[in-house]
């Protein structure tokens, strides 16, 4: 069965993504909205009956003083990714977006390889002979998932590098997410290691409350995030970012995004967001002030998020990226120290995935990329 791509509408687009039970909150049409500074279509396959069978949000960004531009699917597009003849889906895409002006493209398949559970990451951790997840025999495989990385690699797609720390991918190829299909709310808390659970116990007795915020609370928000990113030396996003986040997501449906705010005597101690499509839920954004630490609202804030995550229905809450560090001392170790507490799995995508339209303007994009 032969496909045609085309133009789709937002409407369209989010038609096909409400069919589903979940995709990647990067593929939403009003994800286009979050990241202003983009160009963004929806793009949609069809069968011959003329119904929509996949579909994409493409960001375009325009290289300085040439009208040509890089074409990136974040975590997509969503497609049938086992299908064996894949280039039935890719070629289409590639053709359109060149048509568009793109010089390559860029997309991430939202396709798992491996998983490894909790206990056999602790179980490494322990023995100290695995410096990285990597090294670690997996509980799950997925073959298909070779044998897609196999055509990709057959039809001139390239693997990017992920630097050996999980993080050189934009999205990460690494995550951490806890299951709540066909688990009771005591199960996912029987699966918490000791630590975890006492901490909300600490967190309840102190009398840390947990509020759903709205639009008016970000800048309590954003003053928490501001103090993370001094304290862990990244560089913070400005409040207006998640301004036009929450008015973007929340347009499109009201349960998009959430807001979270941990207070303790009236202190704001910590902030989260948190991203629903369908049946999977994102942790997003976390921040939080060492002030009152004690009374570990960190964890407390984690537990009413995956109760309202699986109040709404998700069947997986993700806790979004992750090291494959097993390095106690790698300073990227305590993201994967704290994740494995709650129990649930770590995951392994397939990566994301570079196509040179041309290739000299992508091995320019390369070597600014790498210089940075």
Do not use: C
Request: charged residues 25%.
């Amino acid at each position: 069965m032969s496909l045609r791509l085309r133009t789709i509408s937002r409407e369209e687009h989010l038609a096909f993504i409400r069919s589903l039970p979940s995709a990647s909150h990067m593929q939403v049409p009003s994800w286009g909205d979050v990241k202003a500074e983009w160009r963004s279509e929806s793009i949609g396959w069809f069968d011959d009956r003329g119904a929509v069978v996949g579909a994409g949000l493409v960001l375009y960004r325009q290289i300085p003083k040439v009208k040509r531009y890089l074409a990136y699917l974040p975590e997509g597009p969503v497609i049938d990714w086992f299908d064996p003849n894949l280039d039935r889906w890719l070629q289409p895409m590639l053709d359109h977006l060149k048509s568009q002006g793109a010089f390559t493209v860029k997309m991430g398949p939202p396709v798992i390889i491996r998983r490894w559970q909790a206990e056999t990451i602790k179980s490494a951790i322990a023995g100290k002979e695995a410096k990285r997840l990597r090294d670690v025999e997996a509980d799950w495989y997925e073959p298909r998932a070779i044998d897609t990385a196999d055509r990709l690699r057959r039809m001139g797609w390239q693997q990017g590098e992920d630097g050996g720390a999980g993080f050189g991918d934009v999205q990460p190829r690494y995550v951490y997410q806890v299951p709540l299909a066909n688990r009771s709310l005591d199960d996912v808390l029987k699966g918490f290691n000791q630590l975890w659970r006492r901490n909300i116990k600490k967190a309840e007795k102190a009398g840390v409350e947990i509020v759903q915020g709205g639009y008016d609370d970000l800048p309590v928000f954003h003053q928490l995030y501001l103090e993370t990113a001094e304290r862990d030396q990244f560089i913070p996003r400005p409040l207006s970012y998640f301004q036009r986040q929450w008015k973007a997501l929340t347009a499109e449906d009201p349960n998009r995004m959430r807001l979270y705010l941990a207070y303790h005597e009236g202190d704001a101690l910590a902030g989260t967001t948190m991203i629903t499509v369908g049946e999977h839920v994102w942790y997003s954004y976390g921040a939080s002030t060492v002030h009152k630490r004690e009374v570990q609202p960190n964890n407390a804030i984690q537990w009413r998020m995956m109760r309202d995550a699986y109040a709404l229905g998700a069947t997986v809450y993700d806790l979004r990226g992750i090291s494959d560090t097993l390095d106690e001392s790698d300073h990227l170790f305590g993201l994967i120290r704290f994740k494995v507490g709650t129990g649930g799995q770590a995951a392994e995508y397939l990566g994301e995935w570079d196509f040179p339209l041309n290739k000299l303007l992508h091995k320019a994009l390369d070597m600014y990329m790498n210089r940075r």
